[in-house]
């Protein structure tokens, strides 16, 4: 079973990676259509989580995987917003909620490893 499990993880975070990178291009692949606009961005944010999942089932403290997770997605929304341009009124509470969530998982972590 563990076997399996590192497959699905490897895999997992691959795709996430290829869609991060090149969400229009693993759009066309799995959908015969390029993702376009909107779609790149949240073809990106799931990237993010598919990556997230990844290092989550990797052996080691599941709670690594929402720590990146937040924290990618984290820097991801403040540099759409920024960067792109693209501000819907949930866009900065999102990154403020997620850097919140980031602090503590991150705090989490380290004091789960100091006891």
Known sequence: MKKVLLFAAVAEAMTGLALLLAPWFVGWLLFGEGLTGTGILAGRVA???????????????????????????????????????LTGFLLWPAVVLHLVLTVLLARS???TSRD
């Open 47 to 85: 990237g993010i989580a598919l990556i997230a999942l990844g290092v989550a089932c990797w052996p080691g403290p599941p709670v690594a995987g929402m720590l990146i997770y937040s924290a990618g997605v984290t820097l991801y929304l403040g540099y759409v917003g920024l960067a792109g341009g």
């Open 109 to 111: 972590i380290t004091t």
